[in-house]
């Protein structure tokens, strides 16, 4: 009977660790994944209030953002490199985020650069920006229920 009651609380201890290992795990790649989106609103923001105003010190969300963001996608890649699914999609969001950068961002920031602000709408006024920003949020919002889901 003894025996029994030690093999039943070594299980429910070893039970318990895993089941800590998997939530910690979890709400790493959920932290991440949400520092993701935080990064990228900083970056709108920063491109933003420069189009506004043409004063380069509002370009240092974006920039402060734009460096950080690899290693947040390396720390993802990490949390997921067991998951194929979740691998998947993470290559998406990333390739939906460099697109985004280089084909809507840099681009109306490099419109307003010694240009006026005119110019620089005539850039936005494509639209192209807050549809790869909307793709990536539905792409990360499925990325993070993903995982929520296993």
Known sequence: ?????????????????????????????????????????????????????????????????????????????????????QMKQLEQINHLVQVWLEWAVRPHIEARQGRSLEQALNRINLDSGRQYMDQIRQELAAFIQTKVAI
């Open 1 to 85: 009977m003894i025996l029994l009651a030690v093999s039943a609380f070594y299980f429910l201890n070893r039970t318990q660790a895993e089941i800590e290992q998997i939530l910690d795990h979890d709400f790493h790649l959920i932290t991440n994944a949400l520092t993701l989106e935080k990064l990228l609103v900083d970056i709108e923001t920063g491109e933003r209030g420069y189009l506004l105003t043409g004063n380069e010190s509002y370009l240092e969300p974006y920039e402060n953002a734009a460096q950080t963001i690899d290693h947040i996608f390396e720390r993802l890649q990490a949390d997921v490199s067991d998951h194929p699914e």
